[in-house]
């Protein structure tokens, strides 16, 4: 009997520390806890995609990566207070999209990655997204220029207000368009330019070369004739 109570006093004692374990792990938000929670939150991930719908009009859509049971995103922006919170079972195999149709205003988004067990409330990474606009200015036929895509004020997408009034920035891109005209023809005619020296330069090795091919033959017609005339002396001699 004390053999009996020994025993089931021993697998008490082993599942008191096992619940006590398993307690501290899921709630106390420990050290290998959260190094699992980090890993997760530095596997998740978000980005912007721009498309067009079937009338042609841009839109963006949001994506939001790999967020697992661990961890849930609460998205943020600076236009206003909204706030968007994913957890994994909105989100389809761990991902999570959403539409955004406002292509006039910059908007940044702030993906905060924060725990969703453990006991743990922590915010473990943020991941930042900043939306373009798009620039009607682009739509210019001088900005559809091969040398003016890259054009500060010829972008389609851009991370800026313009200060400037519509005049001026038609004006900007008019003289940069001019300076670009102007350097692409002076670049054409140094091309020329050189193109041409470098022919002339080929010209003269050539000339060079049929000289030097002209004076060979020549001397081995010489010596062949010299040749011929010692033999026909030794002949004579005999």
């Known amino acids: 009997m004390k053999k009996l109570i020994g025993f089931l006093l021993v697998i008490t004692s082993f599942f008191l520390i096992n619940i006590e374990a398993f307690a501290e792990e899921d709630t106390t938000c420990n050290y290998k806890s ?5 890993k997760a939150a530095y596997n998740a991930d ?20 790999n967020i697992t049971d661990e961890i849930y995103a609460v998205i ?4 206003n207070d909204s706030e968007i919170l994913i957890y994994n079972n ?3 195999n761990n991902n999570y999209k959403f539409e955004v149709h406002d292509t006039a205003t910059i908007i940044n988004y702030v ?12 915010e473990f990474r943020k991941i930042n997204i900043s939306k373009p606009r798009y620039n009607d200015l682009s739509e210019i036929a001088i900005c559809k220029n091969d040398v003016m895509l890259d ?4 972008k389609t997408w851009i991370n800026r207000y313009f200060q400037e009034t519509r005049e ?5 891109i008019n003289n940069q368009f001019t ?7 002076t670049a054409c005619i140094t091309c020329k330019q050189n193109d041409e020296a470098l022919e002339k330069v080929k010209k003269q090795q050539m000339v060079k070369l049929a000289i030097i091919i002209g004076l060979i033959i020549g001397v081995l017609l010489d010596i062949g004739v010299i040749i011929l005339l010692i033999i026909r002396l030794k002949r004579y001699e005999i």
């Open 76 to 79: 943020t922006n600076d236009i």
């Open 179 to 185: 300076k670009k005209k102007i350097t692409t023809t």
């Open 34 to 38: 959260k190094a699992a929670l980090s």
């Open 111 to 122: 993906v905060h990655i924060r725990a969703n067990k453990y006991g743990c409330n922590d």
């Open 46 to 65: 978000a980005n912007y995609t721009i498309k067009k719908d079937e009338n042609g009009k841009y839109y963006f859509e949001i994506s939001v990566y």
């Open 151 to 154: 054009y500060t004020y010829c």
């Open 90 to 92: 909105m989100t389809a």
């Open 168 to 172: 001026d920035i038609i004006e900007k």
